[in-house]
Structure formats: C-alpha cells, structure tokens
C-alpha cells in the first residue's frame, strides 16, 4: 500500500513525508524509488519508553522492546537525534535535503 502511495506521488510529480517504521532493510527496499529519502529519527529505549508513557500512543509500550529488537538500522537514512527540539529536527532534515537535492 506505501509503495503504491510513493509510485502515485512520484507520477503525480507531488511531494510529501509519509511516516512509518520501516524497520527492516528489505520494508525500505521495497519503498525505494529514486528520489526517495529515508529518515531515521534516533533514539534510545529509554527515551523513547519515557515519550511512550507521558502520551497516548496506539502501539503498547510493552511492545518496543520487540521493536527495538527488530530494527535494522539504515545505512543511507537522514539520520536525526530525537533529542533534538521539534524545530531542530526539521531544520536539520531540511539542510540535509537542501544538500543532497538543491533547494526544494
């Protein structure tokens, strides 16, 4: 279904973020067109459990572990710490883009 979303987005010449874990290697692959761009929002158990039990969240927090487990981190993603302000993040992704592609 991504992908589907992705291949209609690139023939539509649109752009946009569509967020989802990705956590293994072959999800991503599957996902990859050219000028596709993955971003990897970093960070450690506990951090991420502590946002998980200050926030309704629909995955249980009794599940990250497994997720953590589970993630096969990229090797060619936007790499961001979640440690970072909100406004630091995405001016972080921004700059990288703007690098990588040119001013969007």
Do not use: N, W
């Amino acid at each position: 279904s991504l992908r589907k979303i992705i291949d209609g987005s690139i023939e539509a010449g649109d752009r946009g973020v569509l967020a989802c874990s990705a956590l293994k290697q072959r999800y991503r692959d599957t996902l990859t067109r050219p000028g596709v761009r993955f971003v990897y929002l970093r960070g450690d158990l506990a951090s991420i459990r502590a946002r998980m039990e200050g926030r309704q969240h629909f995955m249980p927090v009794k599940l990250l572990e497994s997720q953590f487990s589970a993630l096969e981190e990229p090797a060619d993603a936007i790499v961001v710490d979640v440690a970072l302000s909100i406004e630091a993040q995405v001016d972080y992704i921004a700059s990288a883009l703007t690098r990588a592609h040119g001013p969007t």
